[in-house]
């Protein structure tokens, strides 16, 4: 009996933040350890079905850099990075749209569908949602940045019910043009800025930021995130992760989140109870 209350109790401590949420748009990107461990991608579509049944308009960016790497490495196309980011020569954009849209993507609709939601797969090339220009042609090819999101695509998609699970490909107006890699945190920002979401959440295969004591810090701010970059406390991977994350915050989200990917319903623990499992970023 005790344990049917603590089930209970557990339910009634996650109301006021289901209440909080509800109708609200949540972005979250999915991408390192849970999105290779078929135990992990079983919990995160639980946690995504059940935040669609509460009421929360989800909505997914997804990466799969990993994915493209051991393509490349099969085809034996060389594959080269230049301050962590790919350089995308045409034929390694080919491979880069082929994972991303037509392997990862339609893998994350089935997982999701399968678990009893009504996800939809497109890239930012569908109806040209995510327009794009290069990084810089000359160092990074065909690597993009966003410049423009039609937040009307994603809208329309919320409204009909469905889960839109994106692609970062971006479009460019040009006929026949192979579209751009883009890096989907930075996508995730994008999109979440455009669409007015309250949230946007960056699955990762670190806690969340940490200090030099190794000790996680649960609650920044932006003034807080520069110091801490400065000082050299952030650094390396998680450099360009807070930089999403102060991204999407500049362009009118509320709180950003960096959480441990490899936890167990880790998105839930982090949006429905009070002391979260992350890193969460205001400005």
Same mark, same amino acid.
């Given at each position: 009996m005790q344990r049917?209350?603590?089930?209970?109790?557990?339910?009634?401590?996650?109301?006021?933040?289901?209440?909080?949420?509800?109708?609200?748009?949540?972005?979250i990107k999915y991408g390192g350890s849970a999105q290779s461990s078929d135990e992990l991608k079983a919990k995160f579509a639980q946690d995504i079905v059940l935040l669609h049944l509460v009421g929360v308009k989800v909505v997914i960016v997804h990466g799969?850099?990993?994915?493209?790497?051991?393509l490349l490495g099969d085809l034996k196309i060389p594959t080269e990075f230049i301050d962590g980011e790919r350089v995308s020569t045409p034929e390694v954009m080919r491979i880069v749209e082929m994972v991303l849209s037509g392997e990862i993507n339609k893998e994350i609709t089935s997982l999701l569908n399968s678990h009893g939601a009504k996800a939809i797969g497109i890239s930012g090339k569908d109806a040209h949602f995510l327009m794009a220009k290069p990084k810089d042609e000359a160092k990074f090819g065909l690597t993009g940045r966003v410049e423009s999101v039609?937040?009307?695509?994603?809208?329309?998609?919320?409204? +009909?019910?469905?889960?839109?699970?994106?692609?970062? %490909?971006? !479009? =460019? +107006?040009?006929?026949?043009?192979?579209?751009?890699? %883009?890096? !989907? =945190?930075?996508?995730?920002s994008a999109v979440a800025a455009a669409i007015g979401a309250c949230k946007v959440i960056f699955m990762t295969d670190t806690p969340g930021v940490l200090n030099n004591q190794k000790e996680l810090l649960s609650t920044l701010t932006e003034a807080q995130v520069e110091s801490l970059k400065a000082n050299g406390t952030i650094h390396g991977g998680m450099v360009p992760k807070v930089d999403a994350c102060l991204e999407a915050v500049d362009g009118g989200v509320k709180k950003a989140h960096i959480i441990d990917g490899r936890i167990e319903h880790a998105i839930l623990l982090e949006l429905f109870t009070s002391d979260g499992v992350g890193t969460q970023i205001t400005l």
């Open positions: 049917k209350i603590d089930t209970v109790k557990t339910l009634m401590d996650a109301m006021p933040f289901i209440k909080e949420f509800r109708d609200e748009i949540v972005v799969g850099g990993s994915r493209i790497s051991q039609k937040s009307d695509v994603i809208h329309n998609l919320l409204r +009909e019910g469905f889960i839109p699970v994106i692609a970062p %490909i971006g !479009a =460019d +107006e040009a006929l026949g043009h192979p579209g751009y890699n %883009i890096n !989907a =945190d930075l996508a995730a």
